[in-house]
C-alpha cells in the first residue's frame, strides 16, 4: 500500500465527509447523523499521515521540522484568515457577552484547545450555535493534539519492534476504544471532546496505513465486497445515528469501520464505489474540504444570529450563498498559494516564525476580547482588591460586587468609570455567593468583598444579584449585607432584576417559528417581584435602589427583549445582553452624579 500517492477517491470520500457536516448544519433533520463527517476525517487523516511518515521513516528521510512545516503549510494560512474575519464580524454582529465567548474560543483554537475549552461549556448539541462561531475548530484541536506526540512515538515504534508495529497500534487503538465506550456512558461530553475517546479514530487509519499492500491484496473479491459493504454503513450511518444516541461510544465504529473499509478496498481494487468517490466534482470539493469546513460554521452563526426572525429557507438560501462565493477565494487567493510557499524546504524557517507570529497574535487578541467584553472577577482576585480598571481616575471610587447578574453589568461599569473618571474595582463573581449566610459558613466571596468595601471605602459602590435566587429563604441576608456595606461607602446601589425569558424565548426558538409576545412565568414573576421588593424596602440613608421593571416590561405584561433596531436585549433567560445593560446604564450614571453633585455639578442638573 502506498497512501502517500495521490488517490482521487480519497477526496472524493473528503467530500462526503465535509458535504455530510455541512448538510447536518444546514439543517439536521436532513441528515441527522451528519456530524459523523469528523470521524470519517480522522480515519483519513490517520492513514495518509502514517503513510507519509512511514515512507519517510524507511527512507531515512524523517525529519520532524520538516512534518510540523508541512503541517503549517497545510492548516495556517486559512485558518488565519477565516479566524481572524470571524473575529471582525463577531465584533460587528455580536453582544458584549457573545463577542467575550468568541474571543475566548479564538484564542483556544489558536492554542490547539478549543475542544478543552468546549467540554467545559456543555454538549457539543446543546450549545448556542449562533453564538459559537467557532466550534467546529474542536476537530482540529483534536488533530493537532494528536499529531503533536504521533510521529515521535511512530518512529520509537518502527525504531524499536517495527515487526510489531501494526499490533502495537492496534492495541492502542482497542485501548482508546473501550475508554470512549466506557466514558460516553458515564461522561459522554467528555468522550466527544477528548483525544484520548478520539485517537481509535485516528489510529484506524493509521493500522489500514501500516499493514502491507501485499497482505491487503490476499483476496481481491473480498475487499471489493467491503468496499460496498463500507459505503453503506457510512450510508446508512449519516441517515440512522443522531445526536440524541450517546455518542461517539460503539457507534462511531460504524462510520470508522465504513470509512477503513472504502479506503483499504480503494488501494487494492478498482470498483463502483471508487468510481463514484472519484467523480471529478467531488474531487474538487474534496480539495477544498479544508476551506469549506473552516468558513460553512462562522457563516451559518452569523446568519442564524443576525437573521433569526427570518424565514428559514432565506437563511439557508444566504448561507449557502455566502459559501459559495467566499468558498474559491479562500481556497485559490489564501489556503493553496499559502500551502505552496510555507511548504518549501526553502522556507521552513518562514513557516515556523509565521506559526510563531500567529500564536502571539492571536491568543493574546484573544483573551482581549475575552476580558474587555465580560468583565468578570475571579474568588482569588477579589481577594486582592477585584480586577482594577481606571486606576488614574481622580473623581472617586467605584466598586461592583455580585453574582453573574453583577457580572452582567461589569462592561456598563467599567465605561461609566471611564466617563465619570473614576476608579473602579470588580469583585462580582459568575456563579458565587457574594451575600452573607444565616445559617452555614460564610463564603469566601462575602468575607472578601465585604472585607474590600472596608478597607477601600469606595464612593460608590453597586450590589447587584440574581434576587429572586439569592433571597428565596429570606431577605435577611440582603439586609444583613447592606447594613454592613452601608457604613463604608458614600452611597450604595442596588438594581432589581430584569424578567426572566421563558424558555421559548430565544433565537433559536425564534428561527423555528416562536413569536412574541412573551411572558414571564407567573410563579417565576412572583417570586422575582417579592424579591426586588425586598430590594426596594432598604432604599434609604445613603442606599439607592434603580428599578429597572419598565425598561424590560410592556404595558401589557409582556417582556421587551429587543431594542428598537431588533439587538437582542437577554444573553439568555436570566441574564442581559450588552444591548440590555445599556439601557440600563443612564440611571445609573444618573445616581451617581446626582450623589455627587460638587463632582459632577453639569452632569447632576441634566
Not at 451528519?34 to 470519517?40: A, E, Q, R, S
Not at 451617581?592 to 442638573?605: D, K, N, Q, S, W
Request: charged share 15%.
Amino acid at each position: 500500500m502506498n497512501p502517500s500517492s495521490y488517490r482521487p477517491a480519497i477526496d472524493g470520500l473528503r467530500a462526503v465527509a465535509v458535504l455530510s457536516v455541512l448538510i447536518f448544519h444546514l439543517h439536521n433533520s436532513w441528515l441527522p447523523g451528519g456530524f459523523v463527517g469528523v470521524d470519517i476525517f480522522f480515519v483519513i487523516s490517520g492513514y495518509l499521515i502514517t503513510g507519509v511518515l512511514l515512507r519517510e521513516y524507511q527512507h531515512d528521510g524523517f525529519r520532524l521540522s520538516r512534518f510540523y512545516q508541512r503541517r503549517i503549510a497545510r492548516l495556517l494560512p486559512a485558518f488565519f484568515a477565516v479566524a481572524l474575519a470571524t473575529m471582525l464580524l463577531a465584533a460587528l454582529v455580536y453582544s458584549s457577552q457573545d463577542l467575550a465567548s468568541a474571543g475566548a474560543n479564538f484564542a483556544a483554537a489558536a492554542a490547539s484547545v478549543e475542544n478543552l475549552k468546549l467540554m467545559q461549556q456543555g454538549s457539543y448539541f446543546v450549545l448556542s450555535p449562533d453564538a459559537q462561531p467557532f466550534l467546529h475548530y474542536w476537530s482540529l484541536s483534536v488533530e493537532e493534539q494528536f499529531y503533536l506526540l504521533f510521529p515521535l512515538a511512530l518512529w520509537l515504534l518502527v525504531l524499536r519492534t517495527n515487526r510489531h508495529r501494526t499490533a502495537v497500534l492496534t492495541a492502542l487503538c482497542g485501548v482508546s476504544l473501550i475508554l470512549c465506550i466506557q466514558l460516553t456512558a458515564i461522561r459522554p461530553t467528555l468522550a466527544f471532546f477528548l483525544l484520548p475517546t478520539r485517537a481509535w479514530e485516528l489510529l484506524a487509519g493509521s493500522i489500514l496505513a501500516s499493514v502491507s499492500q501485499e497482505k491487503l491484496a490476499l483476496n481481491r473479491k473480498l475487499w471489493a465486497s467491503l468496499s460496498v459493504i463500507g459505503f453503506a454503513t457510512i450510508a446508512i450511518s449519516l441517515f440512522t445515528i443522531d445526536s440524541r444516541m450517546m455518542f461517539p461510544g460503539y457507534v462511531a465504529m460504524f462510520p470508522v469501520l465504513g470509512t477503513v473499509c472504502l479506503i483499504g478496498a480503494d488501494s487494492v481494487s478498482s470498483d463502483v464505489c471508487d468510481g463514484l468517490l472519484s467523480w471529478k466534482p467531488m474531487v474538487i470539493i474534496g480539495q477544498m474540504s479544508y476551506s469549506l469546513y473552516l468558513l460553512h460554521w462562522p457563516i451559518f452563526s452569523f446568519v442564524d444570529y443576525t437573521f433569526y426572525l427570518g424565514s428559514p429557507s432565506a437563511r439557508i438560501a444566504l448561507k449557502v450563498f455566502i459559501v459559495l462565493v467566499t468558498l474559491p477565494l479562500c481556497y485559490f487567493l489564501i489556503e493553496s498559494p499559502g500551502r505552496r510557499v510555507l511548504n518549501d524546504p526553502r522556507r521552513r524557517l518562514t513557516a515556523f516564525a509565521a506559526f510563531a507570529m500567529i500564536l502571539v497574535v492571536c491568543i493574546p487578541l484573544g483573551i482581549l476580547v475575552r476580558r474587555a467584553n465580560y468583565i468578570d472577577a475571579e474568588i482569588a482576585d477579589v481577594g486582592k482588591g477585584g480586577v482594577r480598571f481606571n486606576q488614574a481616575g481622580k473623581n472617586g471610587s467605584l466598586l461592583l460586587i455580585g453574582d453573574s447578574n453583577g457580572s452582567m453589568y461589569g462592561k456598563m461599569a467599567k465605561e461609566i468609570a471611564a466617563k465619570l473618571g473614576l476608579r473602579l474595582s470588580v469583585a462580582s463573581v459568575a456563579a458565587e455567593d457574594p451575600l452573607p449566610s444565616l445559617s452555614r459558613k460564610q463564603s469566601q466571596l462575602w468575607l472578601d468583598s465585604s472585607a474590600l468595601a472596608s478597607r477601600e471605602s469606595p464612593d460608590v459602590l453597586l450590589l447587584v444579584c440574581q434576587w429572586r435566587g439569592k433571597l428565596q429563604d429570606s431577605g435577611d441576608r440582603l439586609e444583613i449585607a447592606v447594613n454592613e456595606l452601608k457604613t463604608h461607602v458614600a452611597t450604595l446601589i442596588l438594581i432589581t432584576q430584569p424578567p426572566e425569558m421563558p424558555e421559548r424565548a430565544n433565537r433559536g426558538s425564534l428561527r423555528d417559528g416562536a413569536r412574541p409576545p412573551f411572558f414571564e412565568d407567573p410563579s417565576i414573576r412572583t417570586a422575582r417581584m417579592n424579591a426586588n421588593a425586598l430590594v426596594k424596602s432598604l432604599e434609604g440613608d445613603n442606599v439607592v435602589v434603580v428599578d429597572i421593571e419598565d425598561l424590560f416590561t410592556a404595558k401589557d405584561g409582556s417582556i421587551i427583549f429587543t431594542n428598537n433596531i431588533g439587538q437582542y436585549l437577554y444573553h439568555d433567560g436570566k441574564h442581559l445582553s450588552g444591548m440590555g445593560a445599556e439601557l440600563v446604564k443612564p440611571a445609573v450614571i444618573r445616581v451617581i452624579t446626582g450623589r455627587m453633585p460638587r463632582v459632577f455639578p453639569v452632569l447632576a442638573e441634566q
